[in-house]
């Protein structure tokens, strides 16, 4: 059974750092790619990037050079390291699991959901 639990979010000020953590049971070693999303209130959840099983990485634009995404099978878990922050990059961020094929950043193609760590970006 997969379960995802994000943590870590919070507020941070403009340029600054911070690591989410999205706890994935039942997925490392399933084969299984790991995805990083963000949502505005009343706005579409869109990707921010997303890990597959062997590590290679793709990151959308807004955030390619300051986010990094990695994992720790071994703690099975999924990070999301951001540097830079700018006040666009506040949003709920969720974690996911299972890409299921056509296109990386859309919702609809990832099977499973986290519920959601918060941060907050301000000046």
């Known amino acids: 059974q997969v379960q995802l639990v994000e943590s870590g979010g919070c507020s941070v000020q403009v340029g600054g750092s911070l690591t989410l953590s999205c706890s994935a049971s039942?997925?490392?070693?399933?084969?299984?790619?790991l995805a990083w999303f963000r949502q505005l209130p009343g706005k579409e959840r869109e990707g921010v990037g997303y890990i597959q099983p062997g590590g290679r990485t793709v990151y959308a634009d807004s955030v390619k050079g300051r986010f990094t995404i990695s994992q720790d099978t071994a703690k099975n878990t999924l990070y999301l390291q951001m540097n830079s922050l700018r006040p666009e990059d506040t949003a709920m961020y969720y974690c996911?699991?299972?890409?299921?094929?056509?296109?990386?950043?859309?919702?609809?193609?990832?099977?499973?959901w986290g519920q959601g760590t918060q941060v907050t970006v301000s000046s």
């Open positions: 996911a699991a299972h890409f299921k094929g056509i296109s990386w950043f859309k919702q609809t193609s990832w099977g499973f």
């Open positions: 039942g997925v490392m070693g399933s084969g299984y790619s």
